[in-house]
């Protein structure tokens, strides 16, 4: 069974700092994507990733593939109240979607 | 709004009643999950239909749960005898089937068997 163990698993910071949450597995994965949930919606597609060792940025948040393709990482500069929410990772094989533990972040104003 | 339609959002059963969880996919997806979600837990993959087909229902019990996506009209995943533990939010996500193509999700049905 593939597992993907997410940390930490909740997260309460003050505005302005900054943190990165992981996404680890002992499978290799074709490709991993990020998601973001928020309370009574579904969640939401952030980044794919594919390749061993991608590097992906959107603003303040990097997203990093390890090189191996078995574990993530996740970071956000400066946090902000509005990225609040529940980050979940993703790892692909064929078709199958495989969700992480789940990383609950609180950013406090 | 062409995005993934789930409904009810809610539903309240009695134990022994039966659940049925409806999911209209985005316009042009093929391709159905359907994952359940505790709270404060991430999701768990139980169901992965196309058209008229079931791929792979792993991730489903094989009593009591069964899951459809017709030629016509939305997916549908049932719930037979429901029991206090079926209790959660259940999510529906779809896919235009291609590689590496993003999941969208519904914004869930909330279970509450009482």
């Known amino acids: 069974t593939q597992l993907l163990e997410q940390s930490p698993q909740f997260l309460s910071i003050q505005e302005g700092e900054n943190l990165t949450v992981y996404c680890n597995s002992s499978?290799?994965?074709?490709?991993l994507q990020w998601y973001r949930q928020e309370p009574g919606e579904g969640p939401v597609l952030l980044v794919t990733?594919?390749?061993?060792?991608e590097v992906k940025k959107l603003k303040r948040l990097t997203f990093q593939f390890g090189d191996a393709r078995k574990d993530s990482s996740l970071h956000i500069t400066a946090a902000q109240p509005g990225d609040t929410g529940l980050y979940l990772c993703a790892g692909i094989e064929t078709y199958k979607y495989i969700f992480g533990t789940g990383t609950r972040l609180k950013v406090l104003a | 709004n062409a995005g993934v339609m789930q409904n009810p959002r809610h539903l309240v059963r009695r134990r022994g009643q039966e659940a049925r969880l409806r999911c209209s996919p985005m316009?042009?997806?093929?391709?159905v999950y359907w994952y359940r979600q505790l709270p404060e837990e991430g999701l768990k993959f139980m169901v992965y239909l196309q058209k008229e087909n079931i791929i792979d229902e792993s991730g489903m019990p094989k009593e009591r749960f069964s899951a459809e996506f017709p030629k016509e009209g939305p997916s549908i995943l049932r719930i037979q005898q429901v029991v206090r533990g079926d209790s959660a939010a259940y999510f529906c996500?779809?896919?235009?089937?291609?590689?590496?193509?993003?999941?969208?999700f519904g914004n869930g049905t909330r279970l509450t068997v009482t």
């Open positions: 990733v594919v390749t061993g060792g």
């Open positions: 996500a779809s896919s235009p089937g291609s590689d590496n193509s993003p999941l969208h």
């Open positions: 316009k042009g997806h093929s391709h």
């Open positions: 499978s290799v994965f074709s490709s």
